[in-house]
């Protein structure tokens, strides 16, 4: 029996497309108002064939879109606002069309000018053809959104309206249903739970004009702090130099050494959960040179070793965070030398990846990953080669799970 939930103060915004299944959107527009969630509709002009404005106000209590230019509507509540106020995007029944449309950045309509446009979690709920279901360019598309961070609820396998039989029906509401109803009350627990993440790479000064560095972009970091937010953690993001921009709803500290870093992880102290996904040179200069130094036969700098911030957070004994995520950047021994880490520096998951490879780790959008874990019952989980924001997706998975 379905139990009922308040969700009197969720959001939520459907996108109906056209497909026989948009029926099936009736009901699951039923759950959420039954649930008290408040509901705001979005009609693509094929869904209008198959279900009506008036049934889904009926249902619904909430406004429906249909047009991108419409005047009333951009005065009440233009589309980016629309985009906005939603706590999360549902689009159900999601058909091969509009799959194909999100994952080319298509914003010709009002349904897809809102996805591109918003800032909130996605769940795309398919139903289709069995054919049209496993054609190879349905499959890339949905690769594709799915790296974009988009969740895919279904389809499931049976009967079609076209008389065919196999994978491509939508889920059934209640699992739809279900399965956001627990992404939006993990959210509500969530916004109590402070999660810092350093990222990128620092700068360590020989004189005014002059450091050394890695090749750390920050992609990984910024894609882990990205996901925390998306399930509603209080993020903070601590990052060396980068060209990467962020959410304004995470906090964003800027820095440029490993003692600034240093410094502005034990300001944000404490919190329950911390990533040190950041490339932390692990020397800086002895002395800094106050002027340019001027060029030489040769030059000797003398480095000095900087302070190893995760070692030090970790073995924080009063304010050490619930859950303390360490990566391992190894060219060699890679399991050997993480788990290395893991112990010596108290961590309760090492994430480690092979940098020797170039289609993987520092600047690239790709990586694989072992997440080691200290439990020796779960011991290890390789994820593998995909884009960093899905790794840093099926990361903020696991932490969700172990925080709940
Ligand atoms: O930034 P990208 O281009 O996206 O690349 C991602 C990445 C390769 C940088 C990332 O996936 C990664 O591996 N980050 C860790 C890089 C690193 O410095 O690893 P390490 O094995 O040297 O350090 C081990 C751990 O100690 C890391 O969590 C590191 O953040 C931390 N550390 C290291 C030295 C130091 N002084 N302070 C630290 O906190």
Same mark, same amino acid.
């Given at each position: 029996m379905h139990k009922m939930k308040n969700l009197a103060d969720?959001?939520?915004?459907?996108?109906?497309?056209?497909?026989?299944?948009?029926?099936?959107?009736?009901?699951?527009?039923?759950?959420?108002?039954?649930?008290?969630?408040?509901?705001r509709t979005i009609l693509t002009s094929s869904a209008?064939?198959?279900?009506?404005?008036?049934?889904?106000?009926?249902?619904?209590?909430?406004? #429906?879109?249909?047009?991108?230019? !419409?005047?009333?509507?951009?005065?009440?509540?233009?589309?980016?606002?629309? $985009?906005?106020?939603?706590?999360?995007?549902?689009?159900?029944?999601a058909t091969a069309n509009t799959i194909s449309k999100l994952a080319s950045g298509n914003a010709e309509d009002l349904a897809s000018t809102v996805i591109l446009a918003s800032n909130k979690q996605v769940y795309l709920a398919p139903a289709m053809n069995v054919r049209m279901w496993e054609h190879q360019s349905t499959k890339d598309n949905l690769k594709t959104l799915k790296n974009y961070g988009y969740k895919v609820i279904g389809p499931t396998t049976g009967d079609m309206a076209c008389g065919e039989y196999g994978e491509g029906k939508m889920s059934e509401p209640i699992e739809i249903f279900n399965e956001i109803q627990n992404f939006v009350e993990n959210r509500k627990e969530n916004k109590k739970i402070k999660a810092? #993440?350093?990222?990128?790479?620092? !700068?360590?000064?020989?004189?005014?004009?002059?450091?050394?560095?890695?090749? $750390?972009?920050?992609?990984?970091?910024?894609e882990i702090a990205k996901s925390l937010h998306k399930r509603g953690f209080d993020t903070t993001l601590i990052s060396g130099p980068t060209n990467l921009d962020i959410d304004q709803e995470i906090k964003l500290i800027k820095v440029e050494t490993a003692d600034e870093m240093f410094k502005a992880t034990q300001k944000n102290l404490p919190t329950d959960i911390a990533v040190f996904s950041a490339a932390v040179s692990d020397f800086k200069i002895d002395v800094k040179s106050k002027d340019k130094i001027k060029k030489k036969e040769r030059l000797n700098i003398k480095l000095e070793r900087n302070v190893d911030i995760l070692n030090y957070i970790s073995n924080h004994n009063s304010m050490r965070p619930k859950l303390v995520i360490g990566f391992?950047?190894?060219?060699?021994?890679?399991?050997?030398?993480?788990?290395?880490?893991?112990?010596?520096?108290?961590?309760d998951w090492i994430v480690a990846n092979d940098v020797s490879k170039e289609n993987i780790g520092f600047n690239s959008d790709y990586n694989e990953v072992t997440i080691h874990y200290n439990d020796l019952?779960?011991?290890?989980?390789?994820?593998?080669?995909?884009?960093?924001?899905e790794i840093s997706e099926e990361i903020v998975d696991r932490i969700v799970t172990h925080m709940n």
């Open positions: 969720k959001k939520i915004l459907f996108i109906i497309c056209g497909g026989v299944a948009a029926y099936k959107s009736l009901e699951l527009i039923r759950l959420f108002r039954k649930n008290k969630a408040s509901i209008k064939k198959f279900v009506t404005p008036l049934s889904i106000t009926s249902l619904s209590q909430g406004k #429906v879109y249909e047009d991108l230019f !419409n005047i009333e509507n951009e005065l009440e509540m233009d589309h980016i606002a629309l $985009s906005r106020w939603a706590d999360v995007i549902i689009v159900a029944p810092l #993440v350093t990222a990128g790479p620092t !700068n360590e000064y020989i004189d005014p004009v002059r450091f050394i560095s890695n090749k $750390s972009s920050g992609k990984q970091g910024y391992a950047a190894e060219t060699k021994n890679l399991e050997s030398n993480a788990m290395k880490k893991l112990k010596n520096k108290n961590c019952k779960k011991n290890k989980e390789t994820l593998s080669h995909k884009k960093k924001s």
